[in-house]
């Protein structure tokens, strides 16, 4: 296994209608190159998830992001805020083009 890579054991939790990834209960147990164990406390959907790279997060990154995901966010609502206000234009094509940018900005 690669430096700074790592291995985990983990099993498909429910909460109500949603799911996700969770290690309690689970521990990995390294065999040799080619295999591996993954020993669980109770029944369920199983996985061996291993990172890929090392999480180091580039700051420009996130500015680009959080700027990126505003501007797109002040877009839509004044698109949304136009389509309400220009009844003159109203038709089924500007009605299809509301909902979307309405589930957009979602």
């Known amino acids: 296994l ?6 985990q ?7 109500g209608t949603r799911g996700y990834w969770t290690s309690n209960g689970c521990a990995y147990t390294p ?3 080619s295999s591996s164990i993954c020993s669980c ?3 369920s959907t199983f996985a061996i998830l291993m990172s890929t790279q090392n999480d180091t997060g580039s700051y420009a990154l996130k500015v680009v992001t959080y700027v990126g995901l505003s501007v797109s966010l002040v ?3 004044l ?3 136009t389509f ?4 003159s234009l109203w038709s089924v094509s500007i009605s ?11």
């Open 9 to 15: 054991c983990v099993s498909w939790k429910l909460n």
């Open 79 to 81: 698109t949304i805020v």
């Open 96 to 106: 299809l083009h509301l909902q979307l940018s309405i589930c957009l900005f979602f």
């Open 84 to 87: 309400l206000l220009c009844r």
């Open 31 to 33: 065999r040799d190159t």
């Open 2 to 7: 690669p430096e700074g890579k790592k291995r």
């Open 41 to 43: 406390q109770h029944l």
């Open 75 to 77: 877009c839509l609502f």
